[in-house]
């Protein structure tokens, strides 16, 4: 089976609500991906095997040198196979082709082996505010 990695890939939002359920466990919302993405992102990666949605990033951005990871998710199914960091690279390199400098992301502790093991990020200090 071959994983195939777009950059603004196309989806369809009902399967992309079920893959961030599945990927987070919680129930399948009704959020319009589409428009949100449109709206505040630089683009995003799909990982698709078969047909199938398997994976998906988020890359937003400041309009210049930062951009931020967000909605890392791999269907539980296809954990373990490196799909994760390749939907990471990809986005690395559409950002970096976008000119951006920098690129963020936060995570929980349980995250870290896969962000600064598997994905090349280095530890910063940073802060967070609960709003």
Known sequence: METRYAWRGDFDNSALNALHADGFGHPVAHTDWRARL??????????????????????VWDGGAHACILDTVVARDCRSRGVGAALVATAAKEARAAKCQWLHVDFEE??????????????????LTAL
């Open 110 to 127: 349980h995250l870290r082996s896969f962000y600064l093991d598997a994905c090349g990020f280095k530890a910063t200090a940073a802060g």
């Open 38 to 59: 449109e709206r505040h992102s630089l683009g995003w990666v799909c990982g698709e095997e078969d047909g199938r949605l398997i994976g998906f990033v988020n890359v």
